[in-house]
Nanobody, 121 residues
Framework: VQLVESGGGLVQPGGSLRLSCAAS????????MMWHRQVPGKERELVAA??????????NYTDSVKGRFTISRDNAKNTVYLQMNSLTSEDTAVYYC?????????????WGQGTQVTVSS
């Protein structure tokens, strides 16, 4: 199982970035996908989530990114995206991709290694 994030970097306030997370080693379409972020000294925060293909690919966002971030998935490419617009310094963090599926009482979850996003002038 592998989740590989890409697309992070340095961007000016007000700018945009698109993160990608390429998945392999599991049936991607059956998993809900999430983006979390973490800054040093703080807990990891759920930013955006998208349900599995069977779940309708419904999306949900934390309040601080609603209207600015968009999560999407391409099941043919086994990839989930996070389009981030109108970035502020508060969005600076390491962004992690997470895949999760529940099978009965068992939950399967996989993390990526993270990609740094820095918003600064």
């Amino acid at each position: 199982v592998q989740l590989v994030e890409s697309g992070g970097g340095l961007v000016q306030p007000g700018g945009s970035l698109r993160l990608s997370c390429a998945a392999s080693g599991f049936t991607f379409s059956r998993y809900a996908m999430m983006w979390h972020r973490q800054v040093p000294g703080k807990e990891r925060e759920l930013v955006a989530a998208i349900t599995s293909a069977g779940g309708g690919s419904n999306t949900n966002y934390t309040d601080s990114v609603k209207g600015r971030f968009t999560i999407s998935r391409d099941n043919a490419k086994n990839t989930v995206y996070l389009q981030m617009n109108s970035l502020t310094s508060e969005d600076t963090a390491v962004y992690y991709c997470y895949a999760v599926r529940a099978a009965g009482s068992v939950q399967y979850g996989y993390w990526g290694q993270g990609t740094q996003v820095t918003v600064s002038s």
